[in-house]
């Protein structure tokens, strides 16, 4: 319960000075909360903390990859695009900034990340070749970097489709982060009127 001279407060918060106190103290709030919410994302993937919500990798994938590859982690680019943005006053945009790009090839960060959390429109994402009649799987080093020489079930497979499951990893870290957004948005409120 608030205790305290309730003139001195009429007084603040007519001058405006409470109010001011308010938005500086909760813009502050709400940057420490974005900051929060991005950590819980990026350490809810590196402790594999959603995997009940994720479909385990497929057998093939799992041969292209070390026996202790975690979900969703490849070189860690996803994770590492990941960007707490205030972009003004009151604003906090928490998410993978629209030009950062895959280390491998061309395609947009924040597509991977989206079609991870989201799939296509709601549904797993299916890969199909647009040109040849198979896709090229790397699943060595030497194909990853398309040396020559390279052997079908060594270093590659074919593939006539890729799906690509949803594995949400950004909303479930928001919800479990938002009894603790709600703590220190309070704190920062608080912390405002004590000044007065």
Do not use: C
Not at 4 to 30: C, P, S, T, Y
Not at 31 to 59: C, F
Not at 184 to 189: G, N, V
Request: positive net charge; proline residues 6%; hydrophobic residues 40%.
């Amino acid at each position: 319960m608030l205790q305290g001279d309730w003139a001195i407060f009429r007084k603040m918060f007519l001058q405006g000075k409470l109010v001011d106190a308010i938005k500086k103290n909760v813009d502050i709030g709400m940057k420490n909360a974005a900051l929060l919410i991005a950590k819980n994302i990026r350490t809810g993937v590196q402790t594999q903390k959603y995997k009940k919500l994720w479909k385990d990798l497929s057998p093939i994938t799992l041969a292209a990859k070390s026996p202790k590859t975690k979900l969703l982690i490849n070189q860690g680019s996803m994770l590492k695009s990941v960007q707490t943005i205030f972009p003004k006053f009151g604003v906090a945009l928490i998410g993978i900034p629209t030009g950062t790009k895959a280390p491998t090839g061309n395609i947009p960060m924040w597509k991977i990340g989206s079609v991870h959390e989201n799939g296509d429109n709601g549904s797993p994402l299916v890969i199909r070749p647009k040109k040849a009649k198979r896709l090229f799987i790397p699943i060595s080093k030497a194909a990853q970097n398309r040396q020559s020489g390279l052997k079908y079930g060594e270093d590659f497979i074919l593939a006539k489709k890729v799906t690509i499951p949803i594995r949400p990893w950004i909303q479930p870290a928001y919800a479990d982060s938002q009894n603790d957004v709600d703590t220190i948005l309070e704190k920062s409120i608080k912390n405002a009127i004590n000044q007065f």
